[in-house]
């Protein structure tokens, strides 16, 4: 039986069936690669060291994507996928380079924030910035820790070639533009965000990776090119990158990635 004209404005209303206009995105979202829950080894800052730097390397989804924000934590997945988190004082200042344009992320409209234990670190939303479809841009960071004797968590995975990740007795490469000048300098651990998160202005996928070795990258390269079968599929889809978050760990257990298990990790997705 046909439905009348005002059977279907009422279904209209209700939601049950759309009216026809395309639907807008209005939730923030993951609009990026290579990011996700921390899973290495710590690393000392080191005599004299004053802080560390980095810069990390992602692509974007195949939608253009408004309203970006960065999401850390010191949330580590460590023996069998148990989570943990670092109780290490970190202050965080973080900024997104695209395009050679780079933009500083603000916490509450401040440069830096402290995290450490389970605290979650989301900047504001990073100025009027856009982040163009298909397109790789930088992840720039820099942490200080009270103490060279402390010590900072790090990703065992690799990214794309040119991310980087040092300590350093210099001065703040935060705001540069394109490779940070790493002279002189102690090796050092390199960090993605645990997310990157904006609006997209129409429907675009995301994933979140649960894994265990095999979702980690064994029986493949631990590269930005490899990094398991999950990661380098979901970077070329029809020529475009899916936006995804990896929690995962070599000898991980899906029992350590339940919720009841895994709180903190499941907070993100």
Known sequence: MALSPSQIAALVGAGVISGGAPF???QPQLVANFTGIKNGTFVQMGT???RALGRSQHRSGRVRAKNLRFLDTLVYLGTNGVESSSGTLNTLKRAIEIGGVTTQALYAGLSSIDIS???QALSDIIGAIELPPDTDFFARWEKTLALDT???IAHA???PGT???FRTTGASQLLGTGAMNSSGTSAGPQFW???IFGVPVSPMSAVGIIGDSV????EDVNSGPGGGAWARALNDILGSAVPWMKQTQNGHTFGNASFANAPLQKAQL
């Open 24 to 26: 807008v995105p209005t």
């Open 48 to 50: 004299g060291n004053v």
């Open 117 to 119: 234990g389970s605290a």
């Open 150 to 152: 402390q010590s900072l």
């Open 157 to 159: 995975l690799v990214g």
């Open 163 to 165: 991310g980087q990740g």
């Open 193 to 195: 965000p645990d997310g």
């Open 215 to 218: 979702g980690n990258y064994r």
